[in-house]
């Protein structure tokens, strides 16, 4: 479990405590207690199988593909995996590849639903990227309309692993990768993912990839 869950838990759980005193209400106590294992339910951290295999690029977080496309970028064509988070999903986000982390950029901005499209480029985000063994793979942590923080423990220098723990989006949230664009994609619009463990694509030299 992340560390908050139990600072929200604790925290609740002492309010239902002081409610019970206070008044002797069993639903005013039981309100708390229901929110306290929400966040203990909710800042879960599940154990994942990291697949293994050169050129292979992983989902940084858990939920539902929402677009799987080609887009032109400043630096050339890509493909971009928009994976929508929502209040059920485990929201630890992991690094999809292993390398070094070159850009770790934070942006303040709103926080429109994260289903709108201008959320990408409006709302509150970090941008990540990560230099692999001959390519390299972006993605961004943004805000929702009830995430208000985005929680990214990298550093530029430093090295990760394939499926790495990295930091969190509290609450509905969305994760954008955008890979190289000789990647070949392993998902499609609506397909469920879990960081981690679930391929998003694997690049096209690797063809040893795809035998995982």
């Not at 925290?11 to 294992?37: G, N, R």
């Not at 992983?58 to 887009?71: F, N, Q, Y």
């Not at 901005?109 to 409006?122: D, I, Y």
């Not at 001959?134 to 929680?151: E, N, P, T």
Request: glycine share 10%.
């Amino acid at each position: 479990m992340v560390r908050d869950g139990y600072y929200y838990g604790f925290t609740l759980f002492c309010v239902a405590v002081l409610v019970w005193i206070l008044t002797h209400s069993v639903p005013l106590a039981l309100l708390p207690v229901l929110l306290a294992a929400f966040f203990l339910w909710f800042f879960r951290d599940p154990e994942r199988s990291i697949p293994d295999g050169p050129g292979l690029i992983v989902s940084p977080g858990d939920g539902k593909v929402e677009e799987a496309e080609w887009i032109e970028t400043p630096t050339g064509g890509r493909l971009r995996v928009t994976i929508f988070l929502s209040v059920f999903n485990v929201h630890v986000n992991r690094a999809p590849i292993g390398g070094a982390v070159t850009v770790v950029d934070y942006r303040k901005g709103k926080f429109l639903n994260a289903m709108n499209p201008e959320s990408a480029v409006h709302n509150e985000q970090t941008l990540i990227t990560i230099e692999g063994d001959g390519y390299s793979v972006s993605f961004k942590q943004i805000a929702g309309l009830l995430a208000r923080r985005i929680v990214c423990n990298l550093r530029p220098g430093e090295r990760v692993e394939r499926g790495q723990r990295m930091g969190l989006i509290k609450f509905g949230s969305r994760v954008d990768v955008l890979m190289p664009a000789k990647t070949v994609l392993r998902v499609k619009t609506g397909d469920r993912v879990k960081g981690g463990s679930s391929v998003l694509g694997f690049v096209a030299e690797q063809e040893g990839s795809l035998d995982q």
